[in-house]
């Protein structure tokens, strides 16, 4: 019962793998399929249900090749399963391209569950779409479900954001107490150059009227 329990989960190590031969471009379309594959079960992309069904089976074909070709590598199925690779690529990029032309459109028409959905399939090609998502989820934070290590990503931001406008506010409410300050002692200082002026004129006139009355004896 052991041995059979453990070849069980030998075989299911061993398929839950990808083939080894051309693993950078083959990693790439398997990944891809799995994500397919669970979101073909989402609600509202049910309507390419039957096209991604289609398309994993072509996928799985090309796949368990790739297992053939790594245990019996030669020149000649190498070169068969690379032409497998780049027939089933071309069709990825046009799944791919699909949900990407979806995920538009649902940010364009904000639908928000779809746009949660899209994004979660690890299809979107995040990089592209960074920025327009970063505005999508601040003006529909409540409706969103992002990747929580994107959500974490924008809170952060968002948090940062906010402390440089703090500062910034205060920078600026500085800036105007100085001004306010270097008003007021301006005001002030005109105020006591009148003051000392009229002292002066005063004193001026006191010393005329003085010696006016000294002349006149």
Do not use: W
């Not at 669970?38 to 309507?47: A, G, I």
């Not at 089976?57 to 090309?62: A, D, F, I, L, W």
């Not at 538009?104 to 028409?109: Q, R, W």
């Amino acid at each position: 019962m052991k041995n059979i329990i453990v070849l069980l989960l030998l075989v299911v190590a061993i398929f839950a793998d990808n083939p080894k031969t051309y693993s950078l471009l083959g990693d790439v379309i398997y990944n891809n399929a799995d994500n397919f594959n669970k979101l073909k079960n989402k609600n509202l992309y049910n309507l390419e249900k039957e096209n991604i069904e289609k398309y994993i089976k072509k996928v799985n074909k090309v796949k368990e090749y790739g297992f053939l070709v790594d245990d019996h590598p030669s020149k000649t199925t190498k070169s068969e399963y690379l032409k497998k690779l780049r027939v089933i690529q071309k069709l990825n990029d046009k799944h791919i391209a699909k949900v990407h032309k979806n995920f538009t459109l649902a940010m364009k028409n904000e639908e928000s569950v779809f746009f949660s959905q899209l994004l979660n399939s690890e299809l979107v090609d995040i990089r592209r779409y960074r920025k327009d998502i970063r505005s999508y989820y601040y003006t529909h934070k409540d409706e969103v479900v992002l990747p929580p290590k994107l959500e974490a990503e924008f809170d952060r931001d968002e948090q940062s954001l906010k402390r440089q406008r703090i500062k910034e506010s205060k920078y600026s409410e500085d800036k105007a107490r100085v001004k306010r300050i270097q008003a007021s002692d301006k005001v002030k200082q005109e105020r006591m150059e009148k003051y000392l002026e009229a002292e002066a004129k005063r004193k001026k006139r006191e010393i005329q009227e003085y010696q006016k009355q000294e002349l006149s004896y």
